[in-house]
């Protein structure tokens, strides 16, 4: 049962049904879970397993760390046992230590995406339940509605006016109208309109259907499984990743020169080896993957506060950056709760005809839910005795309309309402308010002027009209034709108390607000006027159908309002202002802004949303509201400058003091630091750094998009290394030349000095401000506090002796603790210069 049918198309539901071995009433609660086991879970590629095995192992994959194991390993046979224990002690520590925020991040993130899991109605035991999608399973029926994402290959069992957007598959532009049937075996996949296809999505219309395929066994999963689809690089992921070759590149060159020469001055191979690869663990933030990890969770976590849920890592520092927000003005701008302000007829008088005829498709109409409907179904409510529904055609975002046929007293009338253009459209005559028949060329004028009028004043208005259908109790698209045009509902949705200091605040933190708007021009212009926005500059659909690509390019960053968009339009348009340089990010919600989402730099929709828009957004907010997303990108950025934080410290002084050790090491006549002191070194100053998601971010780190600038932290890192390098080499000539250090005291002095100043920069380059007027957060102040009391104590311990320190004078100490004060000083006095001169 495990080999799922071939060309289900082509087989009867009855017959599918039974090689299943299924029922119409779906399965059993206990059938689906022995199934689920069966089959797996419904999933494209199986879940990373965030087992505590596999990351503990994880964090030992670097090839300087398996290197390192085996340098140690040879040299417990070969050399010096005790000395490779430790190094193996310290290697196992600085992992686990990995390990233990890394397994405390994965589980934090986990609980907050159960939070927005993509749900499936299916019939369980006889009735409807909504379960997670990939617990769905083959002989699953599924019931499917607007907006819902296909949650396997499946054989339509009903079906009522159903089209499926099959573009991610077919990639066909015009959503397939979907029906019972069978099918010829040989039917291209385009064409086999019984068949839905997981990945696809209910543009408009139900269905209840069959689940034939899950996971990898579906048509989607195997494009998907060949070609081995993986989400985008994000720019922050990119300039990681470009960060790690640079560093890779450095440390290659250095420690391969620096084992050469030690050869060549006749010093043990193996201890220079050892001394090698323990500089190369040093200079490399081996600890980056962890910490990115921990400030991302811990960015989520904080996120999520604030009601704001982050689906990928990633996209947090894509959030920080984003400096340009196309949204819809719908429940995001507005209060989302429409209100039909009149129903009127073609003179613009109120009519209680009109007003029926409205409640009348609203009451009956059965696709998506929407404020329209519901705003017409609570104004004022009709007694609907001796009426009964036909038939309906879905709203769609082709035709733009929705049409009701219902019976009433011996006649069947089609009732239609939609966008007024399009209801126009597929009018010959109109009632007017006498209830005398008219041309509708000899009203279109007077109804044009009213419209224009309405939508002046910030009204949404739509058209009813209807047809007679004589005694047919069918219909279809071909009969929305030689209609009576009767009347206009004058809708408004006023613009949320707080939009206007919602938007301030947004500019404030340098993110422009486009707004992307079905509504025609002079509604999104008065709409925008009631926001706050002055001089709005607003570009239409039809004349951004008129401009070639290059021109767009030249007119987007300057519009404000884009409106009467078509939703194939909000690509392009997001498209063009990423290609200016832009990061961008959208917020959706609706069936018709999946591919926008996935356009975006920062795909962003609500908790109400689509499956289909919410499966293809980065971040999901639990409150539509562009309040919610101020505090999100405060957020964001409060995160990708703690992760930055990590990057100065692992590229300034610890880059520094490895970089000096390893300059001296070809001088001095024996090795500055044993490599077991050196990994205490390194493991020592991470411990202040696994704080730095907590610490406290300055207000101008947030105040305006930032991005990742590789080349100015290249000149950080030259700039503070060579601070810290001056340093050191000044501790070497006052421990050799002034103290008249022996290799044991020379080797502690050295450890001192370098820990304690390595752990104390943190406090410094953490800030841009003097480091007294920017307090650290109490983990990241008592952590440093912490090493630097442990490092004094060390040399006086047994432990101490065991690797190798010794006691030192109060003279040695009062030295070493001079200097630090002049490097911190000087760490100081070099910030204040760097932040003048460059951009960061």
Not at 583 to 600: F, R, T
Not at 654 to 671: H, K, T
Request: glycine content about 6%; proline content about 4%.
């Amino acid at each position: 049962m495990n080999h799922l049918p071939p060309a289900f198309w082509s087989i009867s539901e009855r017959e599918m049904l039974l090689q299943l071995q299924a029922t119409a009433q779906g399965l059993t609660t206990d059938e689906a879970r022995a199934r689920l086991t069966r089959y797996g879970a419904n999933l494209l590629k199986a879940k990373k397993k965030s087992d505590s095995l596999s990351l503990l192992i994880s964090q030992f994959k670097s090839p300087l760390i398996l290197i390192l194991l085996f340098a140690t390993g040879l040299s417990f046979f070969l050399h010096d046992p005790v000395n490779a224990l430790i190094i193996l002690i310290i290697v196992l520590v600085s992992g686990l230590l990995g390990f233990w925020q890394e397994h405390s991040a994965t589980h934090a993130v986990e609980k907050l995406l159960a939070v927005v899991q993509i749900k499936a109605a299916v019939l369980r035991d006889g009735s409807p339940a909504e379960i997670p999608v990939e617990e769905i399973v083959p002989g699953d029926i599924v019931i499917l509605d607007a907006g819902d994402i296909i949650p396997g290959d499946c054989l339509v069992q009903e079906s009522k006016d159903l089209f499926v957007d099959e573009a991610t598959l077919t990639g066909e532009t015009y959503p397939v109208e979907k029906s019972v049937g069978v099918m010829s075996a040989e039917t291209p996949l385009g064409q086999r309109t019984n068949a839905l296809w997981m990945g696809t999505h209910v543009v408009s219309g139900g269905a209840k259907a069959l689940v034939v395929g899950t996971g990898k066994q579906t048509e989607f999963g195997k494009v998907s499984e060949r070609l081995k689809l993986r989400p985008p690089e994000t720019e922050f992921e990119h300039g990681i990743r470009r960060f790690g070759y640079f560093l890779m590149e450095v440390t290659l060159v250095l420690v391969i020169a620096i084992f050469a020469i030690n050869v060549y001055l006749a010093r043990p191979v193996l201890d220079s080896f050892l001394f090698s690869l323990a500089l190369a663990v040093g200079l490399t933030p081996q600890l980056l993957p962890a910490i990115i990890s921990i400030n991302l969770a811990h960015g989520a976590k904080q996120m999520a506060q604030v009601k704001v849920i982050v689906k990928r890592l990633a996209s947090i520092e894509n959030f920080g950056s984003m400096n340009v927000i196309c949204s819809d003005k719908t429940g995001t701008l507005t209060e989302g709760i429409v209100r039909l302000q009149s129903a009127l007829d073609v003179e613009g008088a109120p009519s209680d005809k009109v007003l029926l005829y409205a409640y009348l498709n609203a009451f009956y109409e059965t696709g998506f839910a929407n404020p329209i409907d519901e705003a017409l179904r609570s104004h004022r409510k009709f007694d609907l005795i001796g009426y009964q529904k036909l038939d309906e055609i879905p709203y769609d975002f082709l035709r733009k309309r929705l049409s009701i046929l219902i019976a009433h007293d011996n006649s069947h009338l089609m009732v239609t309402k939609g966008a007024l253009e399009n209801v126009l459209a597929v009018c010959s005559t109109a009632e007017t308010g006498a209830g005398t028949f008219v041309d509708i060329a000899m009203v279109r004028n007077p109804i044009q002027q009213h419209f224009e009028e309405f939508s002046s004043k910030g009204f949404r208005t739509l058209g009813v009209a209807y047809k007679n259908m004589g005694a047919e109790s069918r219909m279809s698209k071909a009969d929305e034709a030689g209609m009576t045009f009767l009347g206009f509902l004058v809708l408004f949705d006023p613009p949320k108390v707080n939009i206007i200091e919602t938007i301030t605040g947004l500019k404030n933190l340098g993110v422009a607000l486009k707004i992307i708007t079905g509504d025609n021009h002079l509604v999104a212009a008065n709409v925008s006027q009631q926001m706050g926005l002055s001089n709005t500059k607003i570009l239409t659909g039809p004349d951004l159908r008129q401009l070639s690509d290059g021109a767009l390019l030249r007119r987007v960053v300057d519009v404000d309002v884009f409106a009467e968009i078509e939703p194939n339009q909000k690509e392009r348009i997001i498209l063009a202002l990423q290609k200016t340089g832009n990061v961008v990010g959208y917020m959706g919600d609706g069936i018709n802004d999946a591919s926008a989402l996935h356009a975006a730099d920062v795909g962003i929709s609500v908790e109400s949303a689509v499956d289909v828009a919410k499966e293809a957004a980065d971040i999901v907010l639990l409150e539509k509201d562009l309040g919610v997303l101020v505090q999100g990108v405060r957020e964001g950025r409060t995160t990708f400058a703690n992760t930055l934080k990590y990057v100065f410290m692992a590229t300034s002084a610890n880059f520094g003091n490895m970089f000096s050790m390893a300059g001296v090491s070809l001088f001095l006549p024996f090795l500055p630091l044993l490599p077991k002191q050196i990994l205490l070194t390194n493991l020592m100053t991470d411990f202040p750094e696994m704080t730095i998601a907590t610490d406290r971010v300055d207000a101008e780190m947030v105040d305006h998009p930032r991005r990742w600038d590789i080349k100015a932290i290249r000149k950080f890192m030259t700039t503070f290394g060579l601070v810290s390098s001056v340093f050191d080499y000044l501790t070497f000539g006052s421990l050799l030349l002034i103290l008249h250090a022996t290799q044991d005291q020379f080797r502690t002095g050295w450890f001192l000095e370098s820990v304690i100043s390595a752990s104390l920069i943190v406090l410094v380059i953490r800030s841009r401000k003097p480091s007294l007027k920017s307090r650290p957060s109490k983990y990241l102040f008592m952590a440093t506090l912490l090493v630097v009391i442990v490092t004094v104590i060390l040399p006086f311990t047994l432990l101490g002796e065991v690797f190798g320190f010794t006691r030192l004078s109060i003279s040695f100490h009062l030295l070493l603790a001079v200097i630090v004060v002049l490097y911190i000083v000087t760490a100081e006095i070099t910030k204040g210069i760097f932040y003048k001169t460059v951009k960061l």
